[in-house]
């Protein structure tokens, strides 16, 4: 029997990189596949490709997932599309060298790699939980090593370096699952992060950094290739063995301790909370900061209340892009570096 038949797995960013490989990965185990992308073209292209590869039921959904309202669209179609959700992968990411808002008035960076699986994922919560041993698997990066979650200015509106901000985005990936991971402790959903290697894509090409389009050229013939890159997450969402292990996070297919900053359970507590208010959420505690590492799992919070949409604050102020073609319609690619 196919280890992931009757199983049904949501995939953001997945019309190329390692989000495709990925679902190539899980169809061939016979899992039934949900792919999110921001073109459609690209998308329905992509969920074909799965398809042809042995898939059975591939289902496409459209989403920007930088802004909110699509993110809220997305949830809303995937709960009436899907009966039941057992494995979410938050695997859309991006890396912008100039800093960019969105629509909602948020630094791009931030909105994307973190703010978006934040509230897609509180909002899937409830129905993640009525499925059986449901689980969150986050792809994070190595650069979380060198990210510092600057709550004085987490929108780099007084200062902005896109690798500041990329690996800012990926240690707030690392802490918002392991504080999921505790709020999840009586239920049936466990949260992992992963890094996934350095992996030759097009990560970043939209808006790249002048290293990047100096030396990148000669160092792909040393990258992993999309399916190696996404080993690691296919791992997470199918072995057996990890059914009940939650609040870790992996590189290699093995587990591996991330950065000292990533254990800081008062940050990942206020990080939560600003998150929410960010997002328009309100997520009520129901007890007071967990004493132990993540690792230990112990004291780990309840799901989240019933999520309860905010009025927005305000109008969003809009920086033009310096990039020559609009990002608003380019799809952003998944791999990490």
């Known amino acids: 029997m196919e280890p992931m038949a009757g ?11 390692i989000g495709l490989a990925t679902a190539l990965g899980l169809a061939r185990m016979g899992a039934h596949l949900a792919i999110t992308g921001r073109d459609r073209v690209r998308t329905e292209d ?8 042995g898939a059975g039921r591939v289902d496409p959904f459209i989403a920007d997932l930088s802004s909110q309202a699509e993110v809220r669209d997305l949830a809303e179609e995937v709960l009436q599309t899907l009966p039941r959700i057992h494995v979410l992968i938050n695997n859309v990411g991006g890396y912008f060298d100039t800093r960019h808002v969105t629509a909602d008035g948020l630094e791009r960076t931030f909105a994307l790699n973190h703010l978006a699986p934040f509230l897609l994922t509180n909002l899937l919560l409830e129905k993640l939980n009525q499925s059986a041993s449901a689980r969150v698997v986050t792809v994070s990066s190595n650069a979380q090593a060198t990210g510092r979650i600057d709550f004085s200015d987490l929108q780099g509106e007084r200062f902005y370096s896109g690798a500041r901000a990329y690996s800012q985005s990926k240690l707030a990936n690392v802490l918002f699952s392991y504080e999921l991971a505790r709020r999840l402790k009586d239920t049936s959903v466990t949260a992992n992060a992963l890094h996934p290697g350095v992996v030759s894509t097009s990560f970043g090409a939209e808006d790249p950094a002048t290293v990047q389009r100096i030396f990148l050229p000669f160092l792909r013939p040393f990258m992993k290739s999309p399916a190696q890159g996404a080993a690691t997450s296919i791992h997470l969402a199918s072995a057996p063995e990890l059914a009940q292990v939650s609040g870790r996070y992996f590189a290699n297919g093995h587990p ?9 359970q008062a940050a990942a507590a206020r990080l939560w909370q600003v998150s929410a208010d960010l997002v328009g959420v309100d997520c009520t505690l129901t007890d007071g900061p967990p004493d132990s590492p993540p690792s230990s799992l112990a004291n780990r919070r309840e799901l989240p ?16 892009s ?3 073609t609009d990002a608003a319609v380019r799809p952003l690619h998944s791999p990490k570096i």
């Open 7 to 17: 199983r049904t797995v949501l995939i953001t960013g997945a019309t190329s990189g």
């Open 46 to 53: 992509a969920a074909q490709e799965i398809r042809a590869s």
């Open 256 to 264: 591996k301790k991330s950065s000292g900053p990533s254990y800081d």
């Open 305 to 320: 209340t019933k999520i309860q949409p905010r009025a927005p604050a305000g109008p969003p102020v809009i920086v033009p």
């Open 322 to 324: 310096h990039t020559a």
